[in-house]
Nanobody
Framework: EVQLVESGGGSVQAGGSLRLSCAAS????????MGWFRQAPGKEREGVSC????????YYLKSVMARFTTSRDNAKSTLYLQIDNLDPEDTAMYFC?????????????????WGKGTQVTVSP
């Protein structure tokens, strides 16, 4: 059974930082491109970052590019998202997903597997 388990979310003040993790099991991690998505209340889910299987290629939603950094450790089957200078607009549930391809606009195309998410809440 494939499992993607996110962690690292929390409640922080604006300007702070968080590092989200996504631990994968039940799949060959380095066979997949990996993406981070977020969904704010009342809004559609959007892709914020994507990395290819090796981690060499990374793509970001333009509006977060300056503050978000994605990385992966294939030896640990773990995906990361570093978020700096958090803004209340970043408040959302953050999900990781596994799939085949990244899109240049920073999203993972046709995700095959999803995690259940970790909540990020940013106060002014």
């Amino acid at each position: 059974e494939v499992q993607l388990v996110e962690s690292g979310g929390g409640s922080v003040q604006a300007g702070g930082s968080l590092r989200l993790s996504c631990a994968a099991s039940g799949l060959r991690f380095d066979d997949y491109a990996m993406g981070w998505f977020r969904q704010a209340p009342g809004k559609e889910r959007e892709g914020v970052s994507c990395t290819n299987w090796s981690g060499e290629n990374k793509y970001y939603l333009k509006s977060v590019m300056a503050r978000f950094t994605t990385s992966r450790d294939n030896a640990k089957s773990t995906l990361y998202l570093q978020i700096d200078n958090l803004d209340p607009e970043d408040t959302a549930m953050y999900f990781c997903a596994a799939g085949d391809y990244c899109e240049l606009r920073g999203t993972l195309r046709e995700p095959k597997y999803w995690g259940k998410g970790t909540q990020v809440t940013v106060s002014p």
